[in-house]
């Protein structure tokens, strides 16, 4: 294992993330707040440790696959711990570590979990550097490093394949560090002119900028307590879903659409079933909240349940918004999905298990391995009424071969045991079913919220410490599909065996 060079990588991802910390220190100048010096010290601290790191380590060896992985693997543990920093200087939580970690990871990993009781009451630059995180970690910040600094050295294609998100590995250009500033491009893009135009819906531009990278990188913080739902603004809300769906679909086909292949778009399989899922998903849970009979206790609990009985236009409003949030793996919300029918309920829960299509900036499961799964099931439906044909999983015109099938029933499997460990592991802590099941899938899909004590209008505060970090942990393999995570442990526990 070539640990000068994965080290190497560590110091060069901390010198690009001290630069970044810049931006939020002169938004903290500006607005004349009181974490100028927490930003300071975090900028010289992350710096610092990243020129000992780059400099003193010398290696000029050619990645190979496994150490891709763990590069990779370490270096979101390496942004998450010094991401904290201005967090936990400021005195974040109480000057809790663990929860300004958890604040960190769910930032770069795009989750939106939050720790916070009461958002507004951070300064400027804290706020801004919260959200940049979202936007670093969306198109993620390996796949940027691969994609400015060229010059690294190494086989930047074990980077680039460790972090892209998916069973697919497309390349838009022969080299892979083009494809990287390609992705980038378009994001910086999408970022410019989601900017604008929430800046024509009346937010000022540090709002605009932090509820932008959110949305893209299909994060979830906001600036306010009440999330989106503070603006009350349905050409906000309708701002905000269409970057949250198209930040959710694979940016290997903005870039076909871009070059003038919009028949290719449309025709994409995975696009067409995820679209169709989040209309009817969409429709179902609209009809759901505006038909269902609401008790009396509902009612007196939740009082503004009488306002979907009269409006079916304010249920499709809130039911698509949230639809496209939680699918999308954004965690967003403008209205409290707590007080929507059981049916409801559970459709958004399911909705976090799948996420966005891959290549985009969501989380989850992926919708074309879901596609390939139920292309699976058919298959061996068939297989029993034939048993000498043979039927392979072809979408569209892609043929899977057995490696990716049995990769991708293998993924799912983890995927699933994995929730499964964590949701255990949180009850045996004390916390009651729904609170355990939903935090587990939220945190794992980087969907942020849940139901329960982690609901809507909740926060992950009255976790213990050792919960937290094992959250931690969940963001952590959500983002990076758990294989680089488990591939960092065995190198670290049995280092002979990867000479």
């Known amino acids: 294992m070539n640990w000068k060079a994965i080290f190497k990588i560590q110091g060069l991802l901390l010198l690009l993330l001290s630069v970044s910390m810049i931006i939020p220190l002169i938004f903290s100048l500006f607005y004349g707040s009181d974490d100028i010096d927490e930003l300071f010290y975090s900028i010289l601290i992350t710096s610092f440790s990243g020129l000992i790191l780059f400099l003193l380590l010398k290696s000029d060896e050619t990645l190979r696959p496994r150490e891709g992985f763990v590069a990779v693997a370490m270096g979101w543990i390496s942004a998450a711990a010094f991401g904290a920093l201005p967090f936990w200087l400021w005195g974040m939580s109480g000057g809790n570590y663990i929860d300004c970690l958890f604040e960190s990871m769910s930032g770069f990993t795009t989750t939106g979990s939050s720790i916070l009781t009461d958002i507004e009451a951070l300064p400027k630059g804290i706020l801004f550097w919260r959200s940049f995180t979202h936007w670093l970690g969306g198109m993620g910040i390996i796949v940027l490093i691969v994609a400015i600094l060229p010059m690294l050295g190494f086989n930047s294609t074990q980077l680039y394949k460790a972090e892209a998100a998916g069973p697919t590995k497309d390349k838009l250009s022969p080299k892979i560090k ?28 540090f709002d605009a900028l932090c509820h932008t990278f959110a949305a893209l990188g299909t994060g979830g913080f906001s600036t306010y307590n009440k999330s989106v739902g503070n603006f009350d603004s349905l050409y906000v809300e309708i701002l905000i879903t269409a970057f949250m769906y198209v930040s ?9 659409l871009i070059r003038g292949n919009v028949k290719g778009f449309f025709r994409d399989k995975e696009w067409q079933f995820y679209t169709t899922l989040l209309l009817l998903t969409g429709f179902a849970i609209a009809m759901n909240m505006h038909f269902h009979n609401y008790s009396q206790e509902d009612i007196s609990k939740y009082p503004e349940v009488l306002k979907y009985n009269s409006s079916f236009f304010l249920c499709l409003r809130h039911s698509f918004f949230t639809t496209v949030s939680l699918a999308s793996s954004t965690g967003y919300v403008t209205a409290n999905y707590e007080m929507w029918p059981y049916f409801s309920k559970l459709m958004l829960i399911l909705l976090m298990f799948g996420g966005g299509c891959a290549g985009s900036t969501s989380g989850g499961i992926k919708q074309i391995r879901l596609m390939m799964v139920i292309k699976i099931v058919y298959n061996e439906i068939k297989k029993l009424t034939y048993p000498r044909a043979f039927f392979s999983v072809k979408i569209a015109n892609d043929v899977y071969s057995d490696p990716i099938i049995k990769s991708t029933i293998a993924f799912v499997i983890l995927y699933i045991s994995t929730f499964a460990v964590v949701s255990l592991i949180l ?9 355990s099941f939903s935090a587990s899938a939220g945190t794992l899909g980087g969907v942020g919220p849940g139901l329960a004590r982690v609901g809507a209008i909740e926060n992950f505060a009255f976790f213990d ?7 931690v942990v969940n963001m952590l393999l959500g983002r990076l599909e758990i294989y680089p995570v488990l591939i960092l442990i065995y190198a670290v526990f049995n280092p002979r065996k990867l000479h």
């Open 178 to 205: 083009d494809t990287a500033k390609i992705l980038w491009f378009i994001y910086a893009g999408m970022t410019v002119i989601m900017t604008i135009l929430l800046l024509t819906a009346g937010m000022d531009l």
């Open 248 to 256: 959710a679909i694979n940016f290997f086909l903005h870039y076909n």
């Open 427 to 435: 009850t045996f802590q004390g916390y009651d079913i729904i609170t």
């Open 465 to 471: 410490d050792f919960s937290t970090f094992l959250l």
